[in-house]
């Protein structure tokens, strides 16, 4: 959608200068000398360590996996892809959370409905983002060397609150009942949109957002900053009106993905990871290994960061979940490893989560006796990993696998024996594990 790409932003379309930034963290001293986080080495004759599974070792609740739909961008969801998307049949994502797009121009808004009415009545729930306020809200400044940066007007605080508010009213209307909104995308990255600073963001929530009748995320920092969202965690009166903290994972480091502060003073709130796109905006998404790498970046996001939501930027692009023909990638197939099988209100189980080199392992109770296993093989070799399951009487284990040449493949059946079973995972593969 040419004529509104230096509006839309997010993403894909400001880069190259985000991927110039994020090759080289020049310009983010904050995190100038990270970089990412591996395995300790571990010798080749070493033994697997056996993965425990105990159901009373609980951690996050799972919202869910999606991504967004952005119809002013380019185009919406056929009625077919979010089928795709949104279904949980076979040739499905199982997609459970829709990320739409608040514009500015009130007369854009009916754009958003139908895909969003979809999601909801296949069982996903639906959050929004704004990328700018109403034209008469905003002024420019100078930021850094940017002479003509947006900001929302101080004076324009309470019309913006309604702003937002008038849209989650707009598509409750319409038959979609938003879960949350977001206060701004990427307030930290905004050359195309509208620059908040931390303050500014706190005031807001301080002072505004408690009139929003729906959850409230902030503040989707586009690098998951502390420095951004440290103050709101640290300010009582704008924690109380935010009910999910917002996350973008561009270039984020594995070593940066916990957040101690919010374990220490974040109780009652969410967590979740509102935009990434892994490893990059370039490949094809159906390029194999690379693929594999979405599958660990979920795994880590589950697991170091303990996210409750993962999702995407947009749905069907070269390099995304769904091809531009609407046919699942091989990035998508990683992602259903988990969206399919993980569905909201799992709950994420301690297990061991690097059991032997280059194995990464998450597991996750659902209703019942049911346990969702997920196990990334990134090694080029194929391995035999042996879990325990405590306090489950599941009598055998069904099985997914994606490698270099089968998506989502049924794989036979795996028995378990006194609560023990070995799992076979082929070189460079994401396995899927389902008891009962």
């Known amino acids: 959608m040419s004529s509104d790409r230096n509006d839309l932003g997010a993403a894909e379309l400001h880069h190259p200068s985000r991927r110039s ?6 310009a983010l001293p904050l995190l100038a000398a990270a970089t990412p986080a591996v ?31 952005h119809p002013l961008w380019i185009g919406d969801l056929t009625a077919a892809q979010r089928e795709t998307a949104f279904g949980n049949g076979d040739g499905q994502l199982g997609f459970s959370v829709l990320r739409i797009f608040v514009s500015e121009d009130r007369a854009n808004w009916s754009r958003e409905v139908a895909t969003a009415k979809r999601a909801v009545e296949l069982g996903a729930t639906v959050f929004a983002s704004p990328w700018n306020p109403p034209s008469q809200m905003v002024e420019t400044f100078v930021h850094g060397q940017q002479t003509n940066a947006k900001r929302l007007r101080y004076s324009m605080y309470g019309a913006y609150a309604q702003h937002l508010n008038d849209f989650v009213v707009f598509m409750r209307n319409n038959g979609v009942d938003l879960y949350a909104i977001s206060v701004q995308n990427e307030p930290d990255y905004a050359h195309d949109w509208t620059w908040w600073t931390p303050s500014e963001m706190t005031r807001f929530l301080r002072e505004n957002a408690g009139s929003i009748s729906t959850k409230v995320i902030a503040p989707e920092s586009f690098q998951y900053v502390k420095s ?9 009166a704008a924690l109380a009106n935010v009910d999910i903290l917002g996350a973008h994972l561009y270039g984020t480091p594995f070593q940066n993905f916990p957040y101690p502060l919010f374990k220490q003073k974040g109780a009652g709130k969410e967590l979740w990871m509102t935009e990434v796109y892994y490893p990059n905006s370039t490949d094809s998404a159906d390029l194999w290994p690379q693929a594999l ?9 589950m697991v170091d960061a303990e996210f409750q939501a993962y999702v995407w930027w947009y749905i069907r692009r070269g390099y995304g979940p769904m091809r531009e023909d609407g046919r699942i990638s091989k ?25 032997q080199q280059n194995v990464y392992l998450s597991a996750y109770k659902g209703s019942g006796s049911r346990v969702v296993i997920v196990a990334v093989n990134k090694g080029t070799s194929p391995v035999s990993q042996q879990f325990t399951l405590l306090n489950n009487t ?5 099985v997914w696998l994606t490698d270099a040449s089968r998506n989502l493949a049924p794989q036979s059946r795996i ?7 070995t799992a076979q995972l082929p070189a460079q593969s994401l396995t899927t594990l389902v008891t009962g």
């Open 228 to 236: 951004f969202s440290d103050p709101i965690l640290n300010d009582a």
């Open 21 to 26: 930034v994020l090759a080289t963290m020049s």
């Open 331 to 355: 990035r998508g197939a990683s992602m259903a490893h988990f969206s399919k099988f993980v569905r909201p209100g799992h709950v994420r189980l301690a297990v061991t989560a690097n059991p």
């Open 293 to 301: 790498d979405v599958g660990e970046h979920i795994h880590r996001a």
């Open 394 to 398: 599941s009598s055998g284990v069904s």
């Open 415 to 421: 028995t378990v024996t006194n609560g023990s079973f």
């Open 39 to 69: 395995a300790a080495p571990r010798s080749p004759s070493a033994a697997a360590a056996t993965a425990v599974v105990d159901p009373s070792a609980t951690r996050q609740t799972i919202r869910g996996f999606g991504g967004m739909n």
